[in-house]
């Protein structure tokens, strides 16, 4: 057992001062608010609970679609940690039947290794819209068959979150997902509103990176877009990297949604957290530029954000408070997933995952299992 002070920390809710916790077998047993060090390992900075992230596709050098493995989702793990993100929902973006039963074995592994690490997957794809299709593949985009059903109701797998387009996965198959215990994102959609709002209706509870990919909000048709901000009880991604959305757009979503529904997300790819500047989808090179992604023909293709980043832009150029900005990074995403007991949050019986930044928002130390990686 360990005993722990931190003078600031967030508990995935609130700010507190003077807080001390124990640590037996990886989880958090005890929390006091305005104590003292005493005999406690004094930590510095702001003490916060790693994040999580529901879209991720590669990160430290490795792609999950190009290599779906366990080692690949260990090296993403570990690479995340290092700047901040302790839960991830690795996504396997559209692809063919093999490369998906692939994944979702590799998944299986990586769940079983580290349930806090890798509490599941989220399928982008391949049921989404060609005229949104944004970098994934034509050729393998298809309908919803008995055969894909069967791959995202595999009792082995976790949490399974799956993006579908609305206009091609009918209402009654969105609650035949989520009757089964899928949670079930509209995304790649070109969809119009009233088609949304019936997926929602459904049983779909998310929108995958709002406004990217989807039908816009305009007068008279107000869109994927529309659908999402409308209504109050749906979660949507955002990738606040400054090039997927405008700054005003990112705000503007953030006083319609708040910090309960709005999760911030990477949608990171190789790349990301590493030193490598290119990674192959489908033997397609993708280059890293800046702060971009791209394909050779200019299109977006994912980012190289890491989640230190999306809480550095959140708070310092969005303005967002403190508060709400760590919530859209730890509780919010947690509570989507249904996992908000375990992780993105520091109380007692959850993952002994946290992670210290500085008045900055750098990462300078991370913790899992309770152990000090850094
Ligand atoms: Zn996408």
């Known amino acids: 057992m360990m005993r722990y002070f931190a003078e600031q920390l967030f508990d995935g809710y609130h700010l507190h001062n003077n807080v001390r916790f124990e640590v037996s077998n990886g989880k958090i047993t005890q929390v006091l608010t305005r104590s003292t060090p ?19 596709n590669g990160g430290g050098g490795v792609q999950f679609n190009d290599a779906p493995t366990l080692a690949t989702l260990q090296q993403m793990a570990r ?10 929902m690795p996504t396997l973006i559209t692809d063919d039947l093999d490369v998906m039963r692939q994944g979702a074995d590799a998944i299986a592994q990586a769940h079983k290794w580290d349930p806090a690490a890798i509490p599941g997957v989220h399928f982008e794809g391949p049921h989404l819209s060609s005229a949104k299709k944004g970098m994934h593949s034509d050729r393998h985009i298809r309908p919803l068959s008995d055969e894909e059903f069967a791959l995202f109701t595999r009792s082995d797998l976790g949490t399974v979150m799956v993006t579908v387009a609305p206009e091609m996965v009918s209402p009654e198959d969105i609650k035949r997902l989520t009757d089964a215990g899928v949670i079930v994102s509209i995304g790649h959609t070109n969809a119009d509103a009233h088609t949304c709002l019936a997926a929602f209706d459904a049983g779909a509870t998310a929108a995958t990176h709002l406004f990217n990919a989807m039908s816009a909000l305009t007068s008279r048709e107000p869109g994927a877009v529309g659908a999402t901000l409308f209504r109050n009880d749906v979660y949507c991604g955002l990738i606040v990297d400054h090039q997927h959305v405008h700054p005003i757009s990112a705000t503007l979503a953030m006083r319609v949604k708040g910090d309960e529904k709005l999760m911030l997300i990477t949608d990171a790819m190789a790349p990301a957290a590493s030193d490598s500047d290119h990674f192959y989808y489908q033997g397609i090179k993708v280059l890293r530029q800046g702060p971009t992604l791209k394909l050779e023909d200019g299109t977006l293709a994912g980012s190289v954000l890491t989640m230190e980043e999306a809480i550095q832009h959140t708070h310092f150029d969005l303005q967002m408070s403190l508060v709400s900005t760590l919530k859209m990074a730890t509780s919010t995403p947690a509570q989507f997933l249904d996992i908000d007991n375990q992780v993105g949050v520091l109380k007692e019986g959850a993952c002994a995952n946290w992670i210290a930044l500085d008045d900055k928002l750098n990462v300078t130390d991370f913790w899992r299992n309770g152990q000090r990686m850094s």
């Open 38 to 56: 005493a005999d406690a390992t004094v930590l510095k900075g702001l003490i916060v609970p790693a994040t999580v992230d529901v879209q991720v």
């Open 79 to 88: 690479a995340y940690l290092t700047v901040g993100t302790g839960t991830i």
